[in-house]
């Protein structure tokens, strides 16, 4: 996540306003669209964190509503773990998507590029 007050400095191609800062509450996630993909953004120790929503266990769309704990955001469906960083689970095995963040005159950005199917 990079913060930045002056927005002219900072790049913000590909990357889609979310909410503002104030909106988001700490270790509780948010869910948002953002170019047609369900994200999860999550305020943790004063930084955003932004991940795929959607738990690739049963497919459900309830990241969001996970609790946060040593760095994780824990599915509330079935307790699969989540890296809130990388979105890998335990032991580097593949979980969700993470996507770039920052804050910018006090708005949360993410940067989502929609993976396309290879068929």
Not at 32 to 60: R, W
Not at 85 to 103: D, V
Request: proline residues 5%.
């Amino acid at each position: 996540m990079k913060n930045s007050e002056n927005c002219e400095q900072v790049d913000l191609d590909g990357f889609k306003r979310v909410c503002p800062i104030k909106n988001l509450s700490e270790q509780n996630g948010k869910r948002f669209m953002v170019s047609d993909v369900e994200i999860a953004v999550f305020l943790v120790n004063g930084k955003v964190y932004a991940l795929n929503n959607i738990c690739p266990h049963q497919h459900t769309a309830l990241i969001y509503d996970g609790f946060i704990e040593d760095g994780y955001v824990i599915c509330p469906a079935h307790g699969w773990m989540f890296n809130l960083e990388t979105g890998k689970m335990p032991l580097n095995r593949k979980g969700l998507e993470s996507y770039p963040t920052l804050i910018c005159n006090e708005n949360v950005y993410v940067k989502v590029e929609k993976k396309e199917p290879k068929w």
